[in-house]
């Protein structure tokens, strides 16, 4: 635990308390816990297999999906889905939070489903979830299974059509309903807590400026550029933070 961060946790506790509606904004921190590392740190063993120079945007483009789905799918299967990830405290404080009537919403960046396998009801997933795939042709559901034991590039039973995670991947847009939602819900927010997001990818980023209330908590082991603007500011372990805070209540 950093210096100060027992305090700046019994503030948080505090804001919880007293805070109104809470709405909360997350990324890839948030899922560290749960062994889910950032999938920008690893990209370099892919650029190596491709014999190119690969961004991670790159290797998760629509671009690189369409061009060359062989290898789109093999990083996607590898370095995208962890199955066995289970919740950590972060999640689990997020769904009590809200069961205590305290927390309106989850916007995240994650594609994990791990809010709602804590219990979170209402969580709008601004980059979708691996959870969820379609048949580009006949649109019929798969599951997560599904995709990761297929061969190659997964294909539709039905009709033979190729199978699309239901993720929004780079150089695609975001679902307007989603965006709309997650507004409303920030707009309408007295606290908004940001957690476990270095707030560098857009257009998501660019949310936090539809938030009017009165608390603005920043919750990430590095520094934002938010964290001046911020109420409260704990630059600590995400799951650590929340969890303690929370059983504080």
């Known amino acids: ?32 816990a749960s062994g889910i ?10 650029n190596e297999k491709l014999n190119r120079n690969f961004s991670p945007e790159e290797l998760v483009s629509h671009t690189m999906y369409m061009r060359y789905p ?30 205590m009537g305290k927390l309106t919403a989850v916007i995240t960046q994650n594609i994990d489903g791990l809010h709602q396998a804590a219990g979170s009801k209402n969580v709008f997933e601004l980059h979708g979830s691996v959870l969820r795939n379609y048949c580009e042709e006949c649109h019929a ?17 039905k009709c033979g059509g190729r199978v699309k995670p239901d993720v929004v991947l ?17 707009s309408a927010a007295n606290t908004l807590i940001i957690g476990g997001t270095s707030l560098v ?5 660019g949310l936090i400026r539809y938030f009017k209330g009165q608390n603005l908590v920043l919750i990430n082991k590095s520094k934002t550029s938010a964290d001046s603007s ?20």
């Open 1 to 32: 635990m950093e210096p100060g961060t027992k305090e700046k946790i019994a503030k948080l506790t505090e804001i919880l308390r007293n805070g109104g509606r809470i709405v909360f904004f997350g990324g890839a921190g948030v899922s560290t």
């Open 141 to 157: 559901f798969y599951d997560v299974d599904y995709v990761l034991k297929s061969e190659g590039v997964p294909k539709c039973t």
């Open 70 to 99: 062989e290898d789109f799918f093999e990083f996607y299967k590898d370095k995208l889905i962890y199955p066995e990830a289970k919740p950590n405290a972060a999640h689990i404080a997020l769904a009590k939070l809200e069961e």
């Open 170 to 186: 780079y150089e695609e847009g975001l679902d307007d309903e989603i965006i709309t939602g997650a507004i409303a819900a920030i």
């Open 230 to 249: 911020a109420d409260l500011c704990i630059n600590d372990d995400i799951a650590m933070v929340l969890g303690e805070a929370v059983a504080a209540l």
């Open 37 to 46: 590392p950032d999938f920008r740190s690893s990209n370099g063993l892919w």
């Open 201 to 205: 990818v857009y257009p998501a980023a």
